[in-house]
């Protein structure tokens, strides 16, 4: 079956230091990979997708970047965080034919 | 671009009771509706989706129905019990789940 990993679970991070949180994914060949958002109280804001190795879609201006170096490896990153960057970061696949959408544990991110 | 509503914002019943919570959409060609569960520092687990080729699906003590004319969807869930108590989020996409747009959740409590 396929199982998605997520880390870290808790983040504490001062402004301006960089950032690195990875994603993978397990049991499944070429997945579609997505990077989420959740201000607190708030829904769920698509940040990046990928549908394959090297290629991001990103959907919001932002300080964030994304990157996929291996088929099942997501990659959320930033070179100095801000203050707004805190919030709940959801790493999610679907497979190629998009039938459903399945989200990792999550990683709660508080810049100070 | 597509718009999700969903009401209401909290939800208390009794153990034993139904819950509905409703959700409009406004994208006529969004084809896609699923519904996350969402407990405190998790990811959104998905519960069940319907697709717009039927009106209404079961799974034991929840359903959603779609009604398409009026472009409005619903998760029921019956015989309420105090493990039920999360954040549900509904969600519309007519292509691809970079098109996903979600809710802003309902917070459902049951209460012993």
């Known amino acids: 079956s396929q199982t998605i990993h997520q880390w870290p679970a808790t983040l504490v991070q001062p402004v301006g230091s960089p950032l690195s949180l990875e994603c993978t994914v397990e049991?499944?060949?070429?997945?579609?990979l997505y990077w989420y958002r959740q201000a607190a109280g708030r829904g769920l804001q698509l940040l990046f997708y990928?549908?394959?190795?090297?290629?991001i879609s990103s959907e919001v201006p932002q300080n964030l970047s994304a990157s996929r170096p291996q088929d099942r490896q997501f990659i959320l990153s930033s070179k100095k965080l801000l203050l707004s960057d805190s919030g709940f970061y959801l790493c999610?696949?679907?497979?190629?034919?998009?039938?459903?959408?399945?989200f990792g544990s999550g990683t709660q991110l508080s810049v100070l | 671009g597509e718009n999700v509503e969903q009401h209401p914002s909290t939800l208390s019943v009794q153990e034993g009771d139904s819950a509905v919570i409703k959700c409009t959409y406004s994208?006529?060609?969004?084809?896609?509706f699923p519904w996350y569960k969402q407990e405190l520092g998790k990811g959104p687990q998905l519960i069940i989706d319907?697709?717009?080729?039927?009106g209404e699906k079961k799974d034991q003590r929840i359903a959603v129905t779609l009604n398409k004319t009026a472009k409005h969807f619903s998760l029921h869930i019956t015989e309420t019990q105090p493990e039920d108590s999360a954040v549900y989020f509904c969600?519309?996409?007519?292509?691809?789940?970079?098109?996903?747009?979600f809710g802003t959740g309902t917070r459902l409590l049951v209460s012993p």
């Open positions: 999610a696949w679907s497979g190629t034919d998009n039938e459903k959408l399945f």
């Open positions: 049991g499944t060949s070429n997945p579609n």
């Open positions: 990928s549908v394959g190795i090297g290629q």
């Open positions: 994208d006529s060609a969004s084809n896609y």
């Open positions: 319907i697709r717009s080729n039927v």
């Open positions: 969600a519309a996409s007519k292509g691809g789940f970079q098109k996903l747009v």
